[in-house]
C-alpha cells in the first residue's frame, strides 16, 4: 500500500503506513478489515439514527416497534421475549415500552388466561409508524449499498457471517484458555 499517493489512500491505509513505518514488525493485515467494518458500521449507524429519529423515534423505540411487526398478528410480545429478539435487558425493555405506550404506539395488556404476563401490542398508530418507518429505512439502506452488486452483498454477507463466527469463537478460545 505505501506505493499508493496520499489522494489516493484513505484513512485506513494511511493507518497502516503509518504502522508499517513505525512498527515494521507488527502484522497490521487485521486492520484492513476490522478498522474498515468500524468506519462502515459509525457512518452506518449515524443515518441509521438521524433516518429513524427525523420520524420522532430513537432506534431502541425503532428496535422494539420492528420486534412486534415482525411477531406478526396480533402484534403483540411480553417484555422477555422482546428481551429475546435481540433486544436489551428487560428492564431496559421496559423503559422504551413506557416511553412507545407514553406516544400511543403500543399499548400493554394482561393475558387473559395469566394475570402476571403482560404483552405489549402494536396500535394501529404502531402499526402505520412502523411501516412507514421500516420501508424507509430499508431504502436507506439501500442507498447506502449503492455501490455494492447484488452478488457482492451477497458475498459480503456470507464473509460477515464467517467473521461473526470468527469472532465468537475467538471469544470462546479466550474463555477456554483463561481456565
Do not use: C
Not at 21 to 34: K, N
Not at 100 to 112: C, N, Q, T
Request: hydrophobic fraction near 40%; charged fraction near 30%; aromatic fraction near 4%.
Amino acid at each position: 500500500m505505501s506505493g499508493a499517493r496520499p489522494a489516493d489512500q484513505d484513512a485506513v491505509a494511511k493507518v497502516i503506513d503509518d504502522w508499517a513505518r513505525e512498527r515494521p514488525d507488527l502484522d497490521t493485515s487485521p486492520l484492513e478489515v476490522l478498522a474498515r467494518l468500524h468506519r462502515s458500521f459509525l457512518r452506518y449507524s449515524a443515518k441509521l439514527t438521524t433516518s429513524i429519529e427525523r420520524n420522532g423515534l430513537s432506534v431502541a423505540g425503532f428496535d422494539v416497534l420492528t420486534a412486534l411487526r415482525r411477531s406478526g398478528r396480533p402484534y403483540r410480545l411480553t417484555a422477555g421475549q422482546l428481551a429475546d429478539s435481540g433486544l436489551v435487558s428487560s428492564a431496559g425493555v421496559t423503559l422504551r415500552i413506557d416511553r412507545l405506550e407514553k406516544d400511543g404506539l403500543i399499548v400493554r395488556e394482561r393475558d387473559a388466561d395469566d394475570r402476571r404476563v403482560v404483552y405489549s401490542r402494536l396500535t394501529d398508530k404502531g402499526l402505520a409508524m412502523v411501516d412507514t418507518v421500516f420501508a424507509e429505512h430499508l431504502e436507506n439502506e439501500s442507498r447506502m449499498l449503492g455501490g455494492v452488486s447484488p452478488a457482492e452483498r451477497r458475498q459480503l454477507a456470507r464473509l460477515l457471517r464467517k467473521l461473526e463466527n470468527s469472532i465468537v469463537a475467538s471469544d470462546d478460545e479466550a474463555t477456554g484458555s483463561a481456565v
